[in-house]
């Protein structure tokens, strides 16, 4: 065995038993197929979440589709075509508002409701096992690759910090200007108040920038305005210009989760805080039950191993926590995954006394930025996955807003735009996107005995191991299993046998 091979390894607990749901409160309607992943690769999760998979904590759930009470759908983002709604806008400009003038908006949070945490029932069981990661062995070792806020290259005493998501090149963007039919033409055409404001605190800037003796060009003519009829776009929205003297300050940071970075472990204790807040607040949980061990388990533990790819985000992959610092102190963490060709978004949390900033529309806006940002680095990685869409629960309807997006057609596996699917939900829960009756799962499971295991140590197939184990009851289980994965995951992802 290859000494810097990486495995995922999982063991596997069917979908017999209905459970509560959280969304619609059904106590024995919710069917999900579930197993406890101890390691896994980003490639493998990948592709599992391209089949319906999802992870919370080292918890890995299908829903099954056709049975559970709240359907439950793949939903991504086509981050490098989505442009801001009326409403995105808006929650932008909110927190672009509060950052300039300190106006501190009233009401709560506008989107982004959570989806309930999935407890794990064979989680007491899985606590005994072994590590089995070193039954196989070790992933090379990398170097940590930490990204830290960073501050706007000073220009005077009075320089405010950057929104770390800010324009790499610091550009804004022109607003044209038009002619009004009618008017004198040999007089130049009227210009907006919004742009004449904008060119004057740029002279102003110029002006102090000068004064402070740093080079600088006053132009004595203003700026010829281009792309007449380009829209503004998600990263303009966020970059608004801010005034000298911000009454806030904003930095979003990224820091790895697994393995922690040491800006992780720094944190960990304002981040818990935050959570329990939240928590409490939103979900009404009671004091004792969002416990720094269930915090751990739900939010910082992944299975996901840290990967780093030299076509890939300088970041590297896996598992990171963004944190939302508003002048020092901790106010949301969004949770996320970076993966080969998408940022998928697993949880977000906020301090209950910011809840009127609609962090949860800005902090999904912001990840979709992020995506972009990221997409420059790794040009195949150019989708945001927000989880599920639920179209039977009116609150989580919301994740349809940010368009273009695709749901996953929960028999073929092939992504079809959602307004074609919403037709299908408004009459009935359980839909097949794929209109082609022809189609079918292109990666079906052919080979049960190509699928793999770990058994005594050892990685086979399992036609191999079923020799090993002359009388074994476990085909029907393997079979569910690997058919859930489809052929090329099963030859891949270890399945644990004791």
Same mark, same amino acid.
């Given at each position: 065995m290859a000494a810097n091979k990486s495995f995922t390894i999982v063991e596997y607990f069917g979908g017999d038993d209905g459970y509560r749901c959280g969304y619609c409160k059904n106590e024995k309607g919710n069917f999900s197929h579930g197993m406890w992943s101890h390691t896994m690769t980003v490639q493998d999760y990948q592709d599992l979440i391209d089949r319906g998979w999802r992870r919370s904590g080292k918890y890995v759930y299908k829903p099954i589709m056709n049975k559970t009470c709240c359907p439950q759908y793949t939903i991504r983002c086509h981050a490098l075509k989505f442009q801001p709604s009326k409403s995105h806008k808006k929650s932008l400009k909110k927190m672009n508002k509060f950052i300039s003038n300190g106006?501190?908006?009233?009401?709560q949070d506008d989107a982004r409701p959570q989806e309930p945490s999935k407890v794990c029932h064979a989680? /007491?069981?899985? =606590?005994?096992?072994?590590?089995?990661q070193k039954e196989v062995a070790e992933c090379p070792t990398v170097t940590e690759v930490q990204k830290e806020a960073a501050d706007a290259a000073p220009t005077g005493p009075e320089t405010t910090k950057k929104d770390l998501m800010s324009a790499p090149d610091g550009r804004t963007t022109a607003t044209s200007t038009k002619a009004v039919m009618g008017a004198d033409p040999s007089r130049p055409p009227c210009r907006k108040a919004k742009e004449l404001r904008k060119e004057r605190r740029l002279q102003k800037e110029q002006m102090r920038q #000068? =004064?402070?003796?740093?080079?600088?060009? /006053?132009?004595?003519?203003? @700026?010829? @305005?281009? %792309?007449?009829?380009?829209?503004k776009t998600l990263e303009d929205f966020i970059d608004e210009s801010l005034p000298d003297k911000s009454s806030h300050c904003l930095e979003v940071r990224l820091v790895r989760a697994n393995p922690p970075s040491p800006q992780f472990k720094a944190s960990f204790d304002a981040s818990?805080?935050?959570? #329990?807040?939240?928590? !409490?607040?939103? %979900? #009404?949980?009671p004091p004792d039950k969002p416990s720094e061990s269930q915090f751990r388990r739900f939010l910082c533990d992944s299975p996901l191993e840290a990967e780093y790819s030299p076509d890939g985000p300088e970041v590297g992959y896996g598992s990171f926590h963004q944190q939302y610092w508003l002048d020092g102190r901790l106010v949301a963490v969004g949770v996320i995954d970076i993966l080969p060709t998408c940022v998928s978004s697993v949880y977000l949390y906020y301090h209950p006394d910011s809840a009127s900033l609609s962090l949860g529309s800005y902090s999904a806006l912001r990840e979709i930025a992020f995506t972009r940002q990221l997409q420059k680095q790794s040009p195949k990685l150019c989708f945001y996955y927000l989880g599920f869409y639920i179209h039977s629960c009116p609150k989580m309807r919301y994740k349809g807003q940010y368009r273009p997006s695709d749901l996953?057609? @929960?028999e073929t596996y092939a992504w079809v735009a959602i307004e074609r699917c919403i037709l299908q939900l408004e009459n009935s829960r359980y839909a097949r996107f794929n209109q082609d009756p022809d189609a079918g799962d292109a990666r079906a499971l052919k080979d049960v005995g190509r699928a793999m295991v770990l058994y005594r140590r =050892?990685? !086979?197939p399992y036609a191999a191991y079923s020799r090993k184990r002359k009388g074994s009851s476990d085909e029907t289980e393997v079979q569910q299993f690997a058919g859930l994965l489809g052929q090329d995951c099963a030859e891949r992802i270890l399945l644990y046998r004791a």
């Open positions: 106006e501190l908006p009233t009401g989680e /007491v069981k899985c =606590a005994a096992i072994t590590d089995i #000068k =004064a402070d003796g740093v080079s600088s060009i /006053v132009s004595s003519t203003p @700026p010829t @305005p281009t %792309h007449a009829s380009q829209p818990y805080q935050v959570y #329990k807040l939240y928590q !409490m607040a939103i %979900h #009404k949980d996953l057609c @929960p =050892a990685v !086979m």
